[in-house]
């Protein structure tokens, strides 16, 4: 109890306040590139079209503003989702180096060690992270003038084979609730395939948890 008081009280509680405090700070901040263009140039965009464009994300991606938090919390803890959402690139760098940093210790998620080496891992991402895009940014393009188109339509398979990678990493450890979350896609994508996409993830993400519960409190009161 005492060892749980002092990580909510040195570590869980100042990484609240740091981490709204940041967030609420980057939200003005994001808008900068966007004003410099529209005072620079003069390309301001009509209301129109700002609710157009934030329509048409909203569609697409409005559902991960629910299922990332509820998804990825128990892995990354709270400091892990502060960094998370205030660095990007969630499910195809932070949640992985999240998971490996925790594997290679031997720590569970949803732990106070799980989370202090989910933070640990991605703080070495961000860092490795701001070097390798700086580089890119500065040499980006003639690094991939000498990349063979062949190699470059390679990367568009790198983001599913991370989710692969990740998807077999947990069936290993849970070959039920991994078989039971790949049947519930395989039903929604190729069986009934008249929900859209936006519907398609919270679905299978929630079924695939309930299912979780109600296995764990059956197992729990058979034993």
């Given at each position: 109890?005492?060892?749980?008081?002092?990580?909510?009280?040195e570590f869980s509680d100042p990484i609240?306040?740091?981490?709204?405090?940041?967030?609420?700070?980057?939200?003005?901040?994001?808008?900068?590139?966007?004003l410099y263009l529209g005072f620079r140039y003069d390309a301001f965009p009509t209301l129109q079209n700002i609710l157009t464009a934030w329509f048409m994300v909203a569609s697409i991606y409005g559902v991960e503003y629910f299922m990332t938090p509820i998804s990825y919390y128990p892995i990354l803890g709270n400091a892990g989702t502060y960094l998370a959402f205030l660095s990007g690139n969630i499910a195809n760098v932070r949640v992985p180096c999240a998971i490996v940093a925790q594997e290679a210790v031997g720590v569970s998620p949803g732990t106070e060690e799980g989370e202090l080496v989910a933070t640990i891992g991605m703080s070495g991402s961000i860092i490795t992270n701001l070097i390798v895009v700086t580089i890119a940014a500065i040499a980006g393009n003639g690094i991939l003038s000498v990349i063979p188109p062949s190699i470059q339509q390679a990367f568009d398979y790198v983001l599913p084979a991370i989710f692969g990678a990740l998807?077999?990493?947990?069936?290993?450890?849970?070959?039920k609730y991994a078989?039971?979350?790949?049947?519930?896609a395989i039903l929604l994508v190729f069986v009934i395939r008249v929900l859209p996409t936006i519907l398609m993830v919270p679905i299978c993400s929630f079924t695939t948890i309930a299912y979780a519960i109600w296995d764990t409190k059956r197992s729990r009161a058979q034993a």
């Open positions: 109890m005492e060892t749980k008081g002092t990580f909510k009280s609240i306040k740091l981490g709204r405090a940041t967030l609420l700070m980057a939200v003005p901040l994001s808008f900068i590139p966007a998807f077999a990493l947990f069936a290993i450890k849970y070959p078989a039971f979350g790949a049947v519930m």
